[in-house]
Nanobody, 126 residues
């Protein structure tokens, strides 16, 4: 079992910034950590992912250039720096980990991930 503890959500005005954190109780070298979000009445969607062994990052198109995913290897922690926030970024943000990512995984599908955090609310006011 892996525990994921998220923090950093909140209320911010449009154009502002927030940084989310997600600490994992353990990871492996071929793990992938990802962020997803779910807005009211919408399906959960992929936001960003970080491949632990290579440092490769993945982003959905709508956040490219505004969001940055990074890690602290010593702390098994992944961060999501969110800049130039828009009202449409309002959602509950979830951290997830694919502990043994297989070759050929897209890293963008929620069913590829094994463990999930509790979610943190991000609200962007206009």
């Amino acid at each position: 079992q892996v525990q994921l503890v998220e923090s950093g959500g909140g209320l911010v005005q449009a154009g502002g910034s927030l940084r989310l954190s997600c600490a994992a109780s353990r990871l492996f070298s071929n793990s992938v950590m990802g962020w997803f979000r779910q807005a009211p009445g919408k399906e959960r969607e992929f936001v960003a992912a970080f491949k632990w062994n290579s440092g490769t990052t993945y982003y959905t198109v709508s956040v490219k250039g505004r969001f940055t995913i990074s890690r602290d290897n010593a702390k098994n922690t992944v961060y999501l720096q969110m800049n130039s926030l828009k009202p449409e970024d309002t959602a509950v943000y979830y951290c997830a980990t694919d502990m043994y990512a297989r070759s050929g995984s897209s890293h963008t599908e929620s069913d590829e991930y094994d463990f999930w955090g509790q979610g943190t609310q991000v609200t962007v006011s206009s």
